[in-house]
């Protein structure tokens, strides 16, 4: 009689933990299959939205972040729960202030509030060139979520950045930008010269290339390529450096540079004006 009831007692017992641990399965199976539709149903939601693409890229990756930073404490705390462990006491000692002190968790505290004043603020989005920190970082910003901004660098590196750790961001993707050139010439050259080189230069980039400069609504460039002045005498005054300028579309900000860059080289060395 004593052996069937040990028999029965560890069947018993063999029976809770049994479902205890398929309760467990079905609950990582849940929020695993909730983590593969949350990115669907997110979408969605933006298409209804007046958000640009950009926005929406943004906020999709910070509302990813958020949910699944959530589905993870929830999923936890009902596995503990289902084992026997009341939850109850781990909650209460687990609010804002337990965390903050227990897990030093001010720093994230910090990178939760700085990154919806990045959202909201829209200080910059996914896709952006940014340039952060003084140019300590320098890429285009791949994520923004609850705790840190990935920016893919030119040379494909990935840095992450605790967004709390963001003080100073420079954003090349805000509608307009103005590229500026500087040319170094001998000093005797003749600043007309250089002036009817640039114009020349304007005149030929502004019918080649009109869709790197910012127009206006009778489809006007806004500033075309211009002779700013003398910007610089160099090299005990043997060098005379001039600034070129202009008003270009932010997203040919970069090829706006290095096209008006070559096309005043070329159009000096072509007057026999020897670049310095």
């Not at 979408?43 to 958020?66: G, P």
């Not at 026997?84 to 804002?96: E, M, Q, T």
Request: net charge neutral; aromatic share 8%.
């Amino acid at each position: 009689m004593t052996e069937w009831m040990n028999g029965a007692l560890w069947w018993d017992r063999l029976n809770v933990i049994g479902s205890k641990i398929a309760v467990i399965v079905v609950i990582l199976g849940i929020t695993w299959l909730i983590l593969k539709v949350r990115r669907t149903v997110i979408r969605r939601v933006f298409t209804l939205t007046r958000l640009d693409e950009k926005q929406r890229a943004t906020l999709e990756s910070l509302l990813m972040s958020l949910t699944r930073y959530i589905l993870y404490i929830v999923a936890g705390l009902m596995c503990i729960g289902n084992i026997g462990i009341n939850i109850g006491p781990i909650i209460a000692s687990a609010g804002v202030v337990g965390l903050a002190v227990g897990f030093g968790a001010q720093t994230l505290v910090k990178d939760l509030i700085t990154g919806f004043f990045i959202i909201f603020e829209d200080q910059f989005s996914v896709g952006d060139y940014v340039s952060i920190n003084g140019g300590q970082i320098n890429g285009t910003v791949t994520s923004v979520g609850l705790r840190a901004t990935k920016i893919r660098t030119w040379a494909q590196h990935v840095v992450v950045i605790q967004n709390s750790e963001i003080k100073i961001s420079q954003n090349f993707n805000r509608e307009r930008m103005r590229a500026i050139v500087n040319v170094s010439v001998p000093f005797d050259t003749d600043p007309a010269m250089i002036e009817e080189a640039v114009a020349a230069v304007s005149e030929r980039l502004t019918e080649s290339m009109p869709y790197l400069f910012l127009r206006d609504g009778h489809d006007q460039p806004v500033e075309p390529p211009q002779l700013y002045g003398l910007a610089d005498l160099a090299d005990n005054q043997l060098v005379a450096k001039y600034t070129i300028t202009c008003l270009v579309k932010d997203v040919h900000y970069w090829r706006a540079g290095r096209e008006l860059r070559k096309a005043l080289a070329e159009e000096l060395m072509g007057r026999g004006v020897a670049l310095a």
